[in-house]
Structures are given as structure tokens and as C-alpha cells.
């Protein structure tokens, strides 16, 4: 009787088990799995989600690495680096466009060099122009792209700890504390060679009393912007005291600087502003990896185990420094840092501005910018700051309309 019920319960009919050895224990198990069978459809939810799971698990990458839409994992040794396709290509093409500005930068004047020529002279084959294309055009060449990578650098920092897009050197108070002590300089007697150090002491000090000002409540965005612009506005004050006073040549002198200008300028500028490059460039990887995050509020943040504040701190004081250093070699270059950040953002797609694009695009505008100061009205030549201004005055009043409709 006990011996029965199991069969009974499993369903199943045919010859007794005991008269087949072999196929007893077998049918048995049959028999044992039968209430498992019985309550499979309760099972049917679970298989549902397991197939809705199937388009992840065929988009996982070999080695149980998912990917994510429009990236791609470079796996280099035991290094492996997440990088966006579009971020990718558009660095690409920013880089040749920008070795085109380049030779068609080294090319145009008086007088003219031919690209294949300018090509040749660059490998050193040797030409009859090497004199105009290595030691006249090339120094100021690349001091314009090295300069314009630094401004993209540091307002790409700047901004995205502000999360504001109007926010850059120029606007927070940094160019204008420079400005300031460059021009006590230039009207005071002071030698020419410690024009450059007073201007970076006075960039770096217009830093501290912006964190000094902007340090309440963590560094909140709003605040910091604020305190920028007050500084920006008191530091540009004392400027125009300070060139009123002075002598009227001298004074000129300041505004020349104040205006930002590439000229008389070339491989000791460039290697400051790309030594401080260099030194900062384990800062500046973390700041690309680190810029991640500054999108969350403090809350978020602080729940996935990151320190917000010290890690405002850390890429607002990055970009300043970079911002104090270009600027102190090339003079107050207004909008680079502004406008580079988001046009790269733009074409990237992205939520945030990208590091390398943003500098490959502020490189971009300041050779193109620089390229048409001298030739636009040649043999006069304009400063690079005027046309940076030229560039950056309609894009900003293209942000200021293009914002209106999203706060209304």
C-alpha cells in the first residue's frame, strides 16, 4: 500500500518496476520528479525573465564584460579602459583638422611657402624657407596650440565643477587677478621678465579668495560662480584705477597685454605652458575619470562612497592653475576656455564636457584665431584675444537665447 501511492502520484503506467531491474530505479526518479514537472508552470515567470535577459547576455563581451551603448573596452595588458566610439572620432578628426590649421597657419604670409614645401621643411629635408617656417611662423604656431589646449583644459574643469556652461577663467576672476598684477607691473617700471611671474602670482591669488569666498557649503555651484563673478568685477575695477594713473605708454602696454596677443612670443611661453602640462598630466587623468561624477548631488555622491567636496576642490584648483599659467604667458585670451568646452561637448554628445576634445578644440580655435589676426587686415595685425572675443561674444549670446525657452 505505502509503495503504491508514489506511483499513483507520479502519473506514470506501465510494467511493475520489480520486474525490470534496470528500468525500475529509473522510472522511479521519473516518478519522484513528477511534482516538480507539476508545478513548472509556477516556474513560467521566472523563465520569462530569464529570456528577457537574453538580449544582455548577447550583448555581454567575452569574459562576462557587458557593453554599454556607443562603447567600447580597450584591453591593454591587465589595463582595461572604457572609451566612447563617438568621444573617439571626434578626437580624430579635431587632431587632423588641427594638423591642417597647423600647416596652413605655417604656410600663409609674406611670403607665401607652399604645404609641400612647409611639409619638408618640417622634416628637415632642407628648403629655402626653413629660416620663415622653423624660427619665425613655427614657434608661434605652436605656442598658439599649446596655449589654446590649456584654456580648453581649464574651462572644461571650471565648468564642470560649476555645472555651469558660462562659467571659465575669464568669468570666475582668474585672467582679471592677472590682468591686475600684469598691469602694476607693466606701469610700474618693472622689468620685462617679471611681467609673466606677477601675472601667475596674481591669478593664483585671485584663486584663493575664490575659495575663500566660495568655500561655504562645500563649494556649492551656485556659490562658486558668484564669488567668481564678484571677484572678476572688484579685480577688473582696480585694473582700470591702476591704468588711469599710469603713464599713457605704459598704459597702452597693459592694454595690449589685457587684450591677449601672440605676438613677440614662441618657444619659452610654449614650454611653460606645456611643462605645467607635463607636470600636471597624472593630475589631469584623474580629473578626465574623476569628472564622472561631478554630475551628482553631494547626497549621490557620498552614498556610492566619493568625497564631493574634495574632489570639487581638487579640479576647481587644477583648472585655475592651468588657467593662471596660460594666462600669464599669453595675456588675457577671453573665450577659448568658455566656448571650447561646450562645442566639444556638443559634438561629442555628451553630458559633460570631454577633456581631450575640449583641449584639441581650444588648440583648433586659438591657431585659426591667431592665423586670422595676422592676415584678415595685413600687413595690420590683430591680437588673438580680439578675435577669440569675436567668436566668443555672438556664442555666448547664443547661450543666453538658447536658455531662455528652458527656464521659462
Given at each position: 500500500m505505502t509503495a503504491g501511492r508514489p506511483a499513483e502520484a507520479s502519473g506514470t503506467a506501465?510494467?511493475?518496476?520489480?520486474?525490470?531491474?534496470?528500468?525500475?530505479?529509473?522510472?522511479?526518479?521519473?516518478?519522484?520528479?513528477?511534482?516538480?514537472?507539476?508545478?513548472?508552470?509556477?516556474?513560467g515567470p521566472a523563465r520569462v525573465a530569464s529570456g528577457a535577459a537574453g538580449p544582455a547576455r548577447a550583448a555581454d563581451?567575452?569574459?562576462?564584460?557587458?557593453?554599454?551603448?556607443?562603447?567600447s573596452l580597450l584591453r591593454v595588458g591587465p589595463v582595461s579602459l572604457l572609451i566612447r566610439r563617438r568621444a573617439t572620432l571626434v578626437a580624430a578628426v579635431l587632431t587632423v583638422l588641427l594638423l591642417l590649421a597647423v600647416v596652413l597657419s605655417l604656410s600663409l604670409g609674406t611670403p607665401y611657402v607652399a604645404p609641400a614645401d612647409v611639409l619638408r621643411a618640417?622634416?628637415?629635408?632642407?628648403?629655402?624657407?626653413?629660416?620663415?617656417?622653423l624660427d619665425l611662423r613655427l614657434p608661434r604656431v605652436v605656442l598658439a596650440a599649446v596655449a589654446g589646449a590649456a584654456f580648453g583644459v581649464a574651462g572644461t574643469?571650471?565648468?564642470?565643477?560649476?555645472?555651469?556652461?558660462?562659467?571659465?577663467?575669464?568669468?570666475?576672476?582668474?585672467?582679471?587677478?592677472?590682468?591686475?598684477a600684469a598691469t602694476v607691473a607693466l606701469t610700474s617700471g618693472a622689468a620685462a621678465v617679471l611681467v609673466a611671474p606677477s601675472a601667475l602670482v596674481g591669478g593664483l591669488l585671485a584663486a584663493v579668495l575664490l575659495f575663500a569666498l566660495g568655500a561655504r557649503h562645500g563649494l556649492a555651484a551656485q556659490r562658486f560662480v558668484l564669488a567668481g563673478v564678484a571677484v572678476a568685477f572688484a579685480f577688473r575695477a582696480l585694473t582700470e584705477v591702476v591704468m588711469l594713473t599710469a603713464d599713457p605708454i605704459d598704459g597702452l602696454r597693459a592694454q595690449i597685454w589685457l587684450i591677449g596677443t601672440l605676438a613677440g612670443k614662441g618657444w619659452t611661453e610654449a614650454a611653460w605652458i606645456a611643462g605645467t602640462l607635463a607636470v600636471l598630466l597624472p593630475v589631469l587623468a584623474w580629473a578626465g575619470w574623476a569628472l564622472n561624477s561631478t554630475a551628482l548631488d553631494d547626497d549621490t555622491a557620498r552614498g556610492v562612497g566619493l568625497r564631493p567636496v574634495a574632489r570639487r576642490i581638487g579640479l576647481a584648483g587644477t583648472g585655475v592653475l592651468v588657467?593662471?599659467?596660460?594666462?600669464a604667458q599669453v595675456g588675457a585670451v577671453d573665450f577659448v576656455a568658455l566656448v571650447a568646452p561646450q562645442l566639444a561637448r556638443r559634438l561629442v554628445r555628451a553630458e559633460r564636457p570631454p577633456l581631450v576634445c575640449a583641449a584639441l578644440l581650444g588648440a583648433l580655435l586659438l591657431v585659426l584665431a591667431d592665423l586670422a589676426g595676422r592676415r584678415l587686415f595685413a600687413p595690420t595685425q590683430l591680437p588673438a584675444g580680439v578675435l577669440t572675443a569675436?567668436?566668443?561674444?555672438?556664442?555666448l549670446i547664443f547661450l543666453l537665447l538658447r536658455g531662455?525657452?528652458?527656464s521659462s
Open positions: 506501465g510494467p511493475d518496476p520489480a520486474a525490470d531491474p534496470v528500468a525500475g530505479p529509473t522510472r522511479a526518479a521519473s516518478g519522484a520528479a513528477g511534482p516538480a514537472r507539476a508545478a513548472a508552470p509556477a516556474a563581451a567575452p569574459g562576462g564584460t557587458s557593453r554599454l551603448p556607443g562603447r618640417l622634416s628637415g629635408a632642407g628648403t629655402p624657407y626653413d629660416l620663415v617656417v574643469l571650471i565648468q564642470s565643477v560649476a555645472r555651469n556652461p558660462l562659467a571659465s577663467p575669464d568669468v570666475i576672476g582668474i585672467t582679471q587677478g592677472a590682468g591686475l588657467a593662471a599659467m596660460v594666462t569675436a567668436i566668443g561674444g555672438p556664442y531662455r525657452p528652458r
